[in-house]
C-alpha cells in the first residue's frame, strides 16, 4: 500500500513562508511524478506544482510562480513545497500527489496524501 503523508502546514501572517512535506512509501517515488495541489471550501481541488519524475523539472500554476518552489529529495523519498510571500487567497488543504507525468489534472495522480491545512491570515 503506498502512502504519502504530508506535513509542515499551519497559520502564518500575510507575507510569511512556509514549507510543506510530503513523505512517500515504498518505490512509488522514484518512479512518479509528484504534483501538489489544494482545495479551499467549496472549492475544487486545483493544481499548485508539480516535478517530474526523471530530472526534476517543475511546473506551477500562474498564481504561484515566483512564490513557491517544489522540490524533491530522493535520498528522503520526500517532496517539498517552499511557499514564500504567502497571500490569504493560498488558504487552503494542501494535497500530496504521486503518478503520471506531472500534468495539472487531479486525475493524472493514482496517490493522495491526507491534506495539511495551510491557513494565511491578513
Known amino acids: 500500500q503506498v502512502q504519502l503523508v504530508e506535513s509542515g502546514g499551519g497559520l502564518v501572517q500575510a507575507g510569511g513562508s512556509l514549507r510543506l512535506s510530503c513523505a512517500a512509501s515504498?518505490?512509488?517515488?522514484?518512479?512518479?511524478?509528484m504534483g501538489w495541489f489544494r482545495q479551499a471550501p467549496g472549492k475544487e481541488r486545483d493544481f499548485v506544482a508539480s516535478?517530474?519524475?526523471?530530472?526534476?523539472?517543475?511546473n506551477y500554476a500562474d498564481s504561484v510562480k515566483g512564490r513557491f518552489t517544489i522540490s524533491r529529495d530522493s535520498t528522503k523519498n520526500t517532496v517539498y513545497l517552499q511557499m514564500n510571500s504567502l497571500k490569504p487567497e493560498d488558504t487552503a488543504v494542501y494535497y500530496c500527489?504521486?503518478?503520471?507525468?506531472?500534468?495539472?489534472?487531479?486525475?493524472?495522480?493514482?496517490?493522495w496524501g491526507q491534506g495539511t491545512q495551510v491557513t494565511v491570515s491578513s
Open positions: 516535478i517530474s519524475r526523471n530530472f526534476g523539472i517543475p
Open positions: 515504498g518505490r512509488t517515488f522514484s518512479r512518479s511524478a
Open positions: 500527489a504521486a503518478g503520471g507525468s506531472g500534468g495539472p489534472l487531479v486525475s493524472e495522480y493514482d496517490y
